[in-house]
């Protein structure tokens, strides 16, 4: 595999996880009402890795 295409591949990863992201983000958004309260201290769980760290024990 060459470095062109790999680069293509990462490439390509990246634009569907922005894809599904912004895709998950509008759907929850636009249902805000509904969202469940501890959505909100998701992102600080996943920066700071306690979302993983709860998994594995």
């Known amino acids: 595999m060459t470095s062109t ?6 490439q390509e990863f ?17 249902n805000w009402a509904e969202a469940p309260s501890s959505l909100p201290a998701l ?4 920066a700071n890795g306690r979302d993983r760290l709860e998994s594995a024990t």
């Open 5 to 10: 295409n790999m680069d293509s591949i990462v």
């Open 14 to 30: 990246a634009q569907a996880f922005d894809d599904l992201l912004g895709a998950a983000m509008r759907e929850t958004f636009g």
């Open 43 to 46: 992102p600080e769980a996943y």
